[in-house]
T-cell receptor, first 113, second 113 residues
Framework: GAGVSQTPSNKVTEKGKYVELRCDPI?????LYWYRQSLGQGPEFLIY????????DSGLPNDRFFAVRPEGSVSTLKIQRTERGDSAVYLC???????????FGPGTRLTVL | GENVEQHPSTLSVQEGDSAVIKCTYS??????FPWYKQELGKGPQLIID?????GEKKDQRIAVTLNKTAKHFSLHITETQPEDSAVYFC????????????FGKGTKLTVNP
């Protein structure tokens, strides 16, 4: 079966623009996570969905960041008024449910000029 | 919140030697400890994990040990091969809550032929 997929693989945008990053989890996985990885660092948690609802959004850095998962499958991470400091690799992971392993996608490399 | 420290930041070994990477965590409620391997330009790949009711787990050349009292866990790779070269991340999670993973900063392992 297919793993977690993320699109686009690379995104270059200008400061102040709006971007959307998409994650397709493994089919049947109910839990979905977004992480952000800066160069030379480990992934940092952003938000966790169980089904359609955001069960924990404590990692979102500010109100410019928002994520949705309207049908409990595909998720979109939305960033408004991008800043140069938002440049990073945005990783998505999914798992079959609680107390189980997280499987990561290849990430989207976001560059804000 | 949870804090995970990982050492060393870089590790260079000769092919066939063993490699050990160590992590400590701060939250005594953490009960799930996965290890991920990340190759350049790819997402993290789960290689082994351990839960707090187990002290050691092995999978072929890879083993993980956990000391709950001291709040540290280690990854052991035996008979290293050049294809083991990558960045390795440890992580900790408190299952039953948001399941979010808190990662260490990573260890860059180089296996020299």
């Amino acid at each position: 079966g297919a793993g977690v997929s993320q699109t686009p693989s690379n995104k270059v945008t200008e400061k102040g623009k709006y971007v959307e990053l998409r994650c397709d989890p493994i089919s049947g996985h109910t839990a979905l996570y977004w992480y952000r990885q800066s160069l030379g660092q480990g992934p940092e948690f952003l938000i966790y969905f169980q089904g359609t609802g955001a069960a924990d959004d404590s990692g979102l850095p500010n109100d410019r960041f928002f994520a949705v998962r309207p049908e409990g499958s595909v998720s979109t991470l939305k960033i408004q008024r991008t800043e140069r400091g938002d440049s990073a690799v945005y990783l998505c992971a999914s798992s079959p449910g609680q107390e189980t392993k997280q499987f990561f996608g290849p990430g989207t490399r976001l560059t804000v000029l | 919140g949870e804090n995970v420290e990982q050492h060393p930041s870089t590790l260079s070994v000769q092919e066939g030697d063993s490699a050990v990477i160590k992590c400590t965590y701060s939250d005594s409620a953490s009960n799930y400890f996965p290890w991920y391997k990340q190759e350049l330009g790819k997402g993290p790949q789960l290689i082994i994990d351990i839960r707090s009711n187990v002290g050691e787990k092995k999978d072929q050349r890879i083993a993980v040990t956990l000391n709950k009292t001291a709040k540290h866990f280690s990854l052991h790779i035996t008979e290293t091969q050049p294809e083991d070269s990558a960045v390795y991340f440890c992580a900790a999670s408190s299952e039953g809550g948001s399941e979010k993973l808190v990662f260490g900063k990573g260890t860059k392992l180089t296996v020299n032929p």
